[in-house]
């Protein structure tokens, strides 16, 4: 083999390994990527079906029902405009309360319920996740368009 071809060939192998070796960086990435998903997206059926996903909002004052293992519990993120069951099983973090804001990774379940493996909970009084802020936010400025609307008076002729 001439040299020329040797470092074509040597080049060759070179592009092809990295090319393998940034498939399966990507892929790895891919398949840990957990999208944010508001209540009102996933009732609307936007939610990914056997992916993980996190979905945020407001813990729904008197949802939280606990199992008699003490572990198990059931609960309803609201972004008050739609409500998501969550069923969790594991230890809660401290400021998980009522009324407050939360955020629930895990998979939806052919049921509609969301079956969480991670609950991370607001850690003051001042903060909630962006997403979950904007998503309350969002369907609070809806539900005000949609009262303003049905308080305009109709013209009459």
Do not use: C, W
């Amino acid at each position: 083999m001439k040299s020329r071809h040797k470092k074509l060939a040597l080049i060759g192998g070179a592009l092809a390994v990295i090319g393998i070796i940034a498939a399966l960086v990507l892929n790895a990435l891919n398949s840990n990527i957990a999208l944010y998903i508001t209540p009102t997206e996933v009732a609307a059926g936007k939610a990914p079906q056997d992916k993980l996903f996190r979905i945020g909002g407001m813990v729904k004052e008197g949802s939280i029902a606990r199992q008699a293992d003490g572990v198990t519990l059931r609960f309803v993120i609201t972004d008050t405009e739609k409500d998501i069951t969550v069923d969790y099983k594991g230890i809660l973090p401290d400021l998980f309360k009522e009324g407050k804001g939360a955020v629930a990774q895990g998979k939806l379940t052919a049921a509609g319920t969301f079956t969480a493996t991670e609950v991370l909970a607001k850690h003051d009084e001042n903060y909630m996740p962006p997403e979950a802020a904007k998503a309350v936010h969002d369907a609070q400025t809806r539900a005000a368009t949609a009262a303003a609307a049905d308080e305009k008076p109709k013209a009459s002729y």
